[in-house]
């Protein structure tokens, strides 16, 4: 973090923006970026979990649903300074195959991880420009570079939403606001359990038999990306668990 951020004095702080910040990766990385001196502003629907966690960390929460108008205006209208967005908020409802899609999936999944990114995103670019030094860090996933099958519903949305980010890069040129995306493979988050609607034993079993990354993994990556100097953009960083070589590969598929 530069010299001009001041722990201790916060209309010094750099502020950094955590979207879905009540569990996982979003959780994790508020609390790297508030070690790293940040005052973090964290978001997200279930407003008890991001409260104990501002407080814990000395930051702000702030209710959000990215797939509400209104919600994201009132998030944004309650910022005046922002120097980091991490988009994270998203995940993954169902597997099924196109021929049996489930269409209130497929929205529940483009309205949060598309859309959602799109309303956050264009609505803090003006403060992430007048920071002078903005940074842009979407995580998409390896499902943004790989379709599988039964999972079309999750994969196109990730790719939907990594061309997003992408597109930003050329557009926002000679600018001074940086991007990177961020395309986890396997981390034990609450992910499964919300794409398996709840079911513990079948979220669980996706990660038997193999050592998937925790969340804490992609925080660090997340706190590196936002340590480097402004003139050092890291464009696509993908990270899986050894045990993992693709989004349909891994030691116990064989
Ligand atoms: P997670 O533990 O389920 O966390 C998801 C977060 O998103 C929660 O904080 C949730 O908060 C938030 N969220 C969901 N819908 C939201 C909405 N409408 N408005 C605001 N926040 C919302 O899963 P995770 O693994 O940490 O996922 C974080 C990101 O990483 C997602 O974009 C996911 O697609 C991506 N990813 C995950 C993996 C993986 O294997 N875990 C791999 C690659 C990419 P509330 O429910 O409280 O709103």
Redesign the pocket.
Known sequence: MSDSAVVGDDSLRKVAVV?????????AAARALARDGYHVVV????TD??EALAAEIGGRAQR?????DQSVEAFIASLDRVDVLIN?????KGVASVADADLDDWRWMW???VL?TLRVTKGLLPLLEDSGDGLIVT?????AIEAYDNGSG?TSA?HGQAVLHRTLRPELLGKPIRLTEI????????????RFSGDEARADAVYEGLT??V?EDVAEVISFVASRPPHVNLDQIRLMPRDQASARRNITTG
Do not use: H
């Not at 978001?43 to 279930?46: I, L, P, Q, T």
């Not at 994270?88 to 993954?92: D, E, F, R, V």
């Open positions: 979207t879905g910040a009540s569990s996982g990766i979003g959780e978001g997200a629907r279930r979990r991001i959000l649903d990215v797939t509400d994270n908020a998203g995940g993954a309205e949060t991880n959602g995580i998409t996933s390896i499902a999750y990730k395309l986890p493979g396997m981390v034990e988050t609450e992910f499964s359990l919300v998937p990354l969340a």
